[in-house]
């Protein structure tokens, strides 16, 4: 049974930092292209940042570039984000997503992705 199971999420004020996990399990994780989605209530789900299976390549939204950093550790499979300088606007729910066939073109396409988890809050206050 494959698991992904997201923490880390929480309340912090505006210019604060966060740190979400994503554990994997169910799945040769080190094969998988790795990404962070978020969504908030009425607004469509936004890609946040991508991995490739080794690690070599990273993908992020404009808007988290220099902000954001997304990381694996494929021995402990696990995924990473480190949120820094982080504004209200970053308030959404997050989840992280694997795809098995590597990281689509363009990485966002969220129906590429195969499995997902059921998401950590994340609440900013200006």
């Known amino acids: 049974q494959v698991q992904l199971v997201e923490s880390g999420g929480g309340s912090v004020q505006a210019g604060g930092s966060l740190n979400l996990t994503c554990a994997v399990s169910g799945l040769t994780y080190r094969k998988y292209c790795m990404a962070w989605f978020r969504q908030t209530p009425g607004k469509e789900s936004e890609g946040v940042a991508a991995?490739?299976?080794?690690?070599?390549?990273?993908y992020y939204a404009d808007s988290m570039k220099g902000r954001f950093t997304i990381s694996r550790d494929n021995s402990k499979n696990t995924l990473y984000l480190e949120m820094n300088s982080l504004k209200s606007e970053d308030t959404a729910m997050y989840y992280c997503?694997?795809?098995?066939?590597?990281?689509?073109?363009?990485?966002?396409?969220?129906?590429?992705?195969?499995?997902w988890g059921r998401g950590t809050q994340v609440a900013v206050s200006s």
């Open positions: 991995i490739s299976p080794g690690g070599s390549t990273t």
């Open positions: 997503a694997a795809d098995q066939t590597g990281c689509p073109v363009p990485w966002t396409r969220r129906n590429d992705y195969n499995y």
